[in-house]
C-alpha cells in the first residue's frame, strides 16, 4: 500500500521539530505542480546543525517506511534538499535561505503556512 503524502509530510515536521529546525514553512502545492504535494522550508543554525537535521529525517524516513529519499547539499550544509517523492524538503543555514527566498517564489503556487 502506497504511503499517503500526509503520512510523509507528518513525519517530516515532527523530526524537524525534535531536531529544533527553525522556521518551518510548510507550502501545499497540489493542484499547483505535479513536482510533489507539499514543499517544507526551514533552517538550522549551522551548516553542522543543517547537515544533522537532514540526516536525521533521512533516517527517520527509512525507518518509519523504508523510503530511500534522494538528498543533495548535506557534506556542504548551507542547504540540504530531500525529495521523498511527495514532499521536498528544504533545510537552509538563515543566510542562505534568505538569499534565495524559496517561499516568495512559492507564495503564488499556495502561499506558506506555519507548520
Given at each position: 500500500?502506497?504511503?499517503?503524502?500526509?503520512?510523509?509530510?507528518?513525519?517530516?515536521?515532527?523530526?524537524?521539530?525534535?531536531?529544533?529546525?527553525?522556521?518551518?514553512?510548510?507550502?501545499?502545492?497540489?493542484?499547483?505542480?505535479?513536482?510533489?504535494?507539499?514543499?517544507?522550508?526551514?533552517?538550522?543554525?549551522?551548516?553542522?546543525?543543517?547537515?544533522?537535521?537532514?540526516?536525521?529525517?533521512?533516517?527517520?524516513?527509512?525507518?518509519?517506511?523504508?523510503?530511500?529519499?534522494?538528498?543533495?547539499?548535506?557534506?556542504?550544509?548551507?542547504?540540504?534538499?530531500?525529495?521523498?517523492?511527495?514532499?521536498?524538503?528544504?533545510?537552509f543555514r538563515p543566510e542562505v535561505r534568505e538569499f534565495y527566498q524559496?517561499?516568495?517564489?512559492?507564495?503564488?503556487?499556495?502561499?506558506?503556512?506555519?507548520?
Amino acid at each position: 500500500m502506497p504511503i499517503s503524502s500526509e503520512a510523509i509530510l507528518d513525519l517530516v515536521l515532527s523530526s524537524l521539530d525534535d531536531d529544533k529546525a527553525e522556521d518551518i514553512v510548510t507550502i501545499d502545492l497540489r493542484g499547483k505542480t505535479a513536482m510533489a504535494d507539499h514543499m517544507v522550508v526551514c533552517s538550522g543554525r549551522s551548516t553542522r546543525q543543517v547537515a544533522a537535521i537532514a540526516q536525521k529525517l533521512l533516517d527517520r524516513l527509512k525507518e518509519t517506511f523504508r523510503l530511500s529519499a534522494r538528498s543533495e547539499g548535506k557534506d556542504v550544509g548551507d542547504w540540504v534538499l530531500i525529495d521523498t517523492g511527495d514532499v521536498v524538503v528544504h533545510v537552509f543555514r538563515p543566510e542562505v535561505r534568505e538569499f534565495y527566498q524559496l517561499e516568495k517564489m512559492w507564495q503564488g503556487a499556495g502561499g506558506p503556512s506555519a507548520a
